[in-house]
């Protein structure tokens, strides 16, 4: 069993928490960067459009 973090689910995770893609905890331009914020995107970038529309 792999017990390492996937920065992709840790991305998701942190946008089901209302955490800003800014804590990405990744150092920016590496893979793990670029995998957390495609998970947070995923999740948060939806959410976020349906706020935006409303305003």
Known sequence: MNSDPDPFE???RA????????ANPYQN??????????GHEQIAGPREANESEGT
């Open 10 to 12: 840790e991305g998701q």
């Open 15 to 22: 946008a089901r928490q209302n955490i800003p893609a800014e």
């Open 29 to 38: 331009g590496s893979d793990e960067h670029a995998l957390w914020a495609a």
